[in-house]
C-alpha cells in the first residue's frame, strides 16, 4: 500500500468518526442547581463511543468539581476540554470563566448508565 493510500484512509476513518459522533455531540444539557445549593447531580445512558456535554453557569474564578460514576467503569471526562488538556479519569476540577462552563464524558466502552455529580464553590 502506498503512503497516500495509507493518509487518504487515516482520514477518511477519522471523517466517520467525527460523523458518526456529532449526533451525541450535539446533545448538550444545561445544568441546574436548586435554589441555595451549589451542587447538582446528573443521571443518564451514554452510548457505546458516545459523548454527552453538559452546561452550567458560573462566576469568573469559581472551583469546578466533577465526580463521573458508570456501571461499565468505561465512562471518563474527554481527553481536551476548555483550554487544557486533561487525561480522562473520573474527577475533573478547574476554574471556570463568567458565563457557560462544559463538562464534557465520553464512553470508549458499550453502552451504560451514568451518575454525573457537579459542584461549584
Do not use: H
Not at 468505561?74 to 487544557?84: E, I, N, V
Not at 458499550?110 to 461549584?120: D, G, P, W, Y
Amino acid at each position: 500500500m502506498k503512503i497516500k493510500d495509507k493518509k487518504a484512509i487515516k482520514i477518511l476513518v477519522l471523517t466517520i468518526i467525527l460523523i458518526v459522533s456529532s449526533s451525541d455531540i450535539l446533545a448538550q444539557t444545561r445544568i441546574r442547581f436548586a435554589r441555595g445549593k451549589s451542587s447538582a447531580t446528573v443521571t443518564g445512558t451514554i452510548a457505546k463511543n458516545g459523548s454527552k456535554c453538559y452546561f452550567l453557569s458560573a462566576n469568573e474564578g469559581q472551583w469546578l468539581k466533577a465526580k463521573l460514576r458508570s456501571r461499565s467503569g468505561d465512562a471518563q471526562f474527554l481527553f481536551y476540554m476548555g483550554a487544557s488538556p486533561y487525561k480522562g479519569g473520573t474527577s475533573y476540577e478547574t476554574t471556570t470563566t463568567k458565563g457557560d462552563n462544559e463538562v464534557c464524558i465520553e464512553n470508549p466502552g458499550n453502552a451504560t448508565t451514568f451518575t454525573l455529580t457537579v459542584s461549584i464553590r
